[in-house]
């Protein structure tokens, strides 16, 4: 089947009882057991609502096995528990979402597994990889420059090393990017982003393959972070609509990419569907579609960033990403707030960049508002 039509149709578990189409909820936390092999409990991650959503996203992400969180966080940090030990070792891309960096120096390190953050090209992972590397971790296209990972390069040189790889495919969906095709172990995400799209659900899932299931949902299910049967149900309803969603998002934010570019008043535009961006060659190769996310750099003619913000009428200055309506944020100030100014500036992230989520809008709408904030 086609992603179109796996978002619609995968995993559902229509109501025999009554007939209806859709996979009911089933609020139920106790099951009888009496005469059963398996036996449904919320945070086992087995219930009727979490094994739906999970077959729906196994099909979109190529994954013979998946477990769904309450957040983005909670998928991180259970698949890095249960993947390493105390003594080993994992690289870790430097450009990379805040919270995951947070929680590798500030709660794993306290757990003694060590870290190494390097740069996005594979020499670097390469050069990083010691005999107790057991983890490499990635995320592409990163926040908020939407720099490029090879993905194909590092998963060659992992398998090379018997590491696991595990990658960040929030800012991609699966709608623009299947990893696990290009050789990746473990896929997570955000479903707070694209999965739920609608800016009013928070969660998480990871997709894999057989082979980790028994360690990722052993410590799923010591760390407790499941998704309850009412969000389930609200993210199978979302991600029937995520290919027509993610799709039209795209198309939106190439055309604003090249507003942008030509518009006089912006100085960089940062977007990977854009043939001047430094990763477009590799994008083009490992993605379907090059995302809806960008980010852009006011230059000498545009006003002051603040002044900009509040300029725009529609465009909604607000955290989070991936929902229908586009939002927009200054990383220095939101999102990067926590880095240094100075590792702020060797990696780039000006006090005058600027992050966009496109959303569904019509593109004309959306450059309009840009112009009249930019001053015309
Ligand atoms: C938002 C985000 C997360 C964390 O997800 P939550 O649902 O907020 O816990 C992780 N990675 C990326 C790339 C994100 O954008």
Redesign the pocket.
């Known amino acids: 089947m086609n992603k179109q039509t796996q978002c619609v149709h995968s995993g559902t578990r229509p109501d025999p009882q009554t007939g209806g189409i859709n996979t009911p909820i089933f609020t139920s936390s106790a099951f009888t057991y009496l005469g059963k092999e398996v036996n449904p409990y919320p945070r086992y991650f087995n219930t009727p609502n979490q094994e739906a959503v999970v077959a729906k996203l196994c099909a979109l992400e190529e994954a013979e096995d998946g477990l769904l969180f309450s ?4 998928a ?1 940090v259970t698949t890095i528990l249960a993947l390493v030990r105390s003594g080993e070792h994992v690289v870790v891309q430097d450009e990379l ?1 805040g ?2 960096h947070a929680m590798l120096t500030g709660l794993l390190s306290r757990f003694g597994v060590r870290y190494r953050f390097v740069g996005k090209s594979v020499q670097s992972f390469a050069a990083a990889i010691e005999e107790k590397t057991k983890l490499i971790y990635i ?1 592409t296209p990163t ?1 908020p420059l939407l720099g490029i990972v090879d993905i194909r390069e590092i998963t060659a040189l992992a398998q090379d090393k018997g590491i696991i790889t595990v990658i ?1 495919n ?2 991609a969906s699966p709608i623009n990017q299947t990893p696990r095709t290009l050789g990746v172990d473990v896929v997570v995400h ?4 694209y999965l739920g799209g609608h800016s009013d659900l ?3 899932a990871a997709l894999f393959g057989r082979e980790h299931g028994d360690r990722l949902r052993h410590a799923a299910i010591n760390l407790g972070g499941n998704l309850n049967a009412e969000a389930c149900s609200l993210l199978e309803r979302s991600l029937k609509t995520l290919h027509l969603r993610v799709s039209k998002q795209t198309e939106n934010a190439a055309a604003v990419a090249a507003f942008l570019e030509e518009h006089g008043a912006v100085s960089a535009v940062h977007y990977p569907g854009l043939t001047s961006h430094p990763g477009h060659q590799v994008a083009r190769r490992q993605m379907s579609g090059f995302g809806a996310m960008l980010s852009f750099e006011l230059g000498g003619k545009a006003p002051a960033t603040d002044v900009f913000l509040k300029r725009l009428k529609m465009i909604v200055p607000a955290l ?2 991936g929902g229908v309506e586009s939002t927009i944020c200054d990383p220095a100030r939101t999102s990067h707030a926590k880095m240094s100014a100075e590792e702020r500036q060797r990696v780039g992230i000006s006090d005058r960049l600027l992050r966009l989520s496109v959303g569904i809008e019509h593109p004309d709408d959306l450059t309009a508002d840009l112009a009249q904030a930019l001053g015309g």
């Open positions: 957040s983005g966080m909670a991180v979402y919270g995951t995320e926040n960040d929030t800012f955000s479903g707070t982003k928070c969660c998480g989070s990403l």
